[in-house]
């Protein structure tokens, strides 16, 4: 993509709309802290925001407009850089604004994140003066920069995969007069050179923690990141490393989701059709697909059946119908609708998706249906599970 200037703005009418954010996110309950608060009015957002897309959602899909100070107009595109938005900067790995020409489809890959979500991380993950802080997934800069007002440049060590996201961030970093150490690279090798780290945040989620990370960060540090999969369950967890490969911790409150770690998104559902015409079983589902559309039955769906995908697909122009899919087994599992609110399920192949998919749920609805917050994350060499209540409880292995 062209790489879009930063137009030139009135600087008191920048700081102000940095002050007015400021404001919402405090009034919100996220910005708990003057320190923060003082990265947030310092940090100008719209260096980092040069031309981002804006999210309609309409009768086609979810459509992205390009959003740059010439399309809209300088003012209008400063004040929408202070909103308490994700500015979506990238599409499908490689598409910017200033490739398109108006409302485009595509999956967001780079973004500056929710404000409100950054400074809620980053008084989740609590770094003290001193502190060197690793951060995963820099973006467009700007929680790297906000970091670096907190802690001072030099504490700070930033990875972003994508060389072209990473080379706008470096620029617009520079522009706003801090000097972090900057990565172009696989974040979740985390960065070796500078280690022993005090913290680490990620930007975007993993569906299993990294051994690097946990070799990184020294023994008592902190490891903040969400953990996702393919079923797009997601959650935010803080785990304490512990010695040897080691880390525990709980997940935090709160529906937060980040798009995953690109090496780590999932295989593409090719020529499926075949494997869904499979001798299967088929019996009266006990739950039907509305549990991969609720939050922590979501997350459950995926504990039980990580190598699991979603497809909605219809056979010979009939109703769209719900699918899971595994490709490594390979298993599917097909939901059959009575039209009545009832559901069969047909299954196939190597496991029974669906059955784990169930126990999960019902396993949860057990103990009460309890939010997020009561399951936790315990990590050991070769071995990571979530599990539910306490770490004795009812628990499901990662994908390592
Ligand atoms: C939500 S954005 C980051 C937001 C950013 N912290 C900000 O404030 O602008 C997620 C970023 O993670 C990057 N990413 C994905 N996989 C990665 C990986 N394995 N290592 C490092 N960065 C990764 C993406 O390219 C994307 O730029």
Known sequence: ?????????????????????????????????????????AVPRHLFVPAFFRRTNGPRGTLWTPVTAERTGTDAWLEEAYTDTTLVTQLDGGIGPTDADG??????????????????MLGDLDPQDGDQVLEVGTGTGYSTALMCHRLGSEHVTSVEYDPA???RARAAIKAAGYEPTLING?????????????????TCSVRTIPPEWLRQVRPGGTILTTLSGWLYGSGLVRLTVGDNGTAEGRFLPGTVSFMIARPQAAPALTSVSELLEQAAHERPARFGPEVLSDWTPQFLAQLAAPGAQY????????????????????SFATLLTDGEGAFAVRQGGTVRLWDAVEDAVETWRRAGSPPQTAFGLTVAPGRQRVWLGDPDGPSWPLPV
């Open 311 to 330: 497809l909605g697909m219809s056979k010979d122009g009939g109703p769209m119908l719900d699918h899971l899919v595994d490709l490594a087994g390979p």
């Open 103 to 120: 409302p485009v489809p595509g999956d967001p890959t780079s973004s500056s994140t929710l404000p409100s979500l950054v400074v809620r």
């Open 1 to 41: 993509m062209t790489e879009p200037a930063v137009p030139t703005v009135d600087e008191r009418h920048a700081a102000r709309l940095g002050e007015q954010l400021a404001d919402r996110l405090e009034e919100g309950g996220n910005l708990r802290s003057p320190v923060w608060r003082a990265a947030v009015t």
């Open 186 to 202: 696989d974040g979740l090798l985390g960065y070796g050179a500078g280690a022993p780290y005090d913290r680490l945040i990620a």
């Open 165 to 167: 996201v990473a080379g």
